[in-house]
């Protein structure tokens, strides 16, 4: 049962990484804006002065995940409610 636990915290920790390893992966060209972004971007009607704030939206919803996803996982209640379950 133990193993299982551990395997399931591990589980969700590999999620929430690759989750924001991908949010990052994404938004590196909009904050860089690389050409083909913007052009992409214009087809649907966006201007390319909204490109950059779209990144740094984007850049600061994922910081913000990250840090209540992975600080919900340090607290102690969290622990707790961990422990209770088994």
Known sequence: MENRANASVMAGWAITIEAI??????????DQQAPWVVKANARLG????????????????????A????????????????????
């Open 21 to 30: 390893l991908f949010m990052l992966r994404d938004l590196i060209p909009d």
């Open 46 to 65: 966006i201007p390319a002065n909204v490109v950059l704030l779209i990144g740094i939206a984007g850049l600061l919803s994922t910081l913000v995940y």
């Open 67 to 86: 840090s209540v996803d992975i600080g919900a996982r340090r607290h102690p209640a969290y622990r707790i409610s961990r422990l209770a379950t088994r």
